[in-house]
């Protein structure tokens, strides 16, 4: 079975400065999507970035970046120059065997200003 | 385009009752997949439809139950309920099954006294 694991329960960045969230996906697959989503108090689940496992070029969002080490993995979104509205649960997922989402428990992040 | 729309968004129900959640996805879009997301137990998969199928469905009991409709339309409903079903009930649309990529509705958040 695969797991998702986010060992920050919460994070907080001075704004305008870098912050860095960490993700392990443990899966058996070769093949599977990884994912960033954000969740401000809305609740509304946002994509941040999409992943996929067999390139080997990390993916790129403007601000957000992620840095992919299959063998290790590890999967971690780089959040640069942020801004006050970047505050908001961040959840790490990836695709299971049939391709539906296996979160994990979430990264809440403060920016102060 | 509409993005993913979700009704009620709020629901207060009686331990015992019935509830029917709705979800209409992005035109074009013909999967819809259905997530729990509770403090506990974070975020979990509860079933997957495209073209009217049900494709995939998470680890919960039978009083959970879903369809969609011919517009990919979908409801779930609930039966018996428990007052540890009250969650945020998130829906989310993909272009095709299976995608993983995925866009969320806001949610409809169900209170059980």
């Known amino acids: 079975a695969q797991t998702v694991t986010q060992s920050q329960p919460e994070m907080s960045v001075q704004e305008a400065e870098t912050v860095t969230l960490s993700c392990t996906y443990d899966t058996s697959e070769s093949d599977y999507y990884l994912f960033w989503y954000k969740q401000p108090p809305s609740r509304q689940m946002i994509l941040v970035i999409r992943?996929?496992?067999?390139k080997q070029q990390n993916a790129t969002e403007n601000r957000f970046s992620v840095n992919f080490q299959k063998a290790a993995k590890s999967f971690s979104l780089k959040i640069s120059d942020s801004q006050l509205g970047d505050a908001a649960m961040y959840f790490c997922a990836g695709t299971d065997s049939n391709y539906q989402l296996i979160w994990g428990a979430g990264t809440k992040l403060i920016i102060k200003p | 385009k509409a993005g993913v729309t979700q009704t009620p968004r709020y629901l207060i129900k009686t331990r015992g009752q019935q509830v029917t959640l709705s979800c209409s996805p992005i035109?074009?879009?013909?999967?819809v997949s259905w997530y729990q997301q509770t403090p506990g137990q974070g975020l979990q998969f509860l079933f997957e439809?495209?073209?009217?199928?049900?494709?995939n469905k998470g680890n919960f009991p039978g009083r959970f139950s879903g369809r969609q409709f011919s517009n990919s339309r979908s409801e779930m409903n609930v039966s018996t309920l428990e007052l540890g079903d009250s969650a945020l009930y998130l829906c989310a649309s993909s272009l095709l099954a299976g995608q993983g990529e995925a866009f969320f509705g806001q949610g409809t958040r169900l209170t059980v006294v």
């Open positions: 439809y495209f073209s009217e199928t049900q494709r």
């Open positions: 992943q996929e496992a067999y």
């Open positions: 035109s074009g879009h013909r999967s």
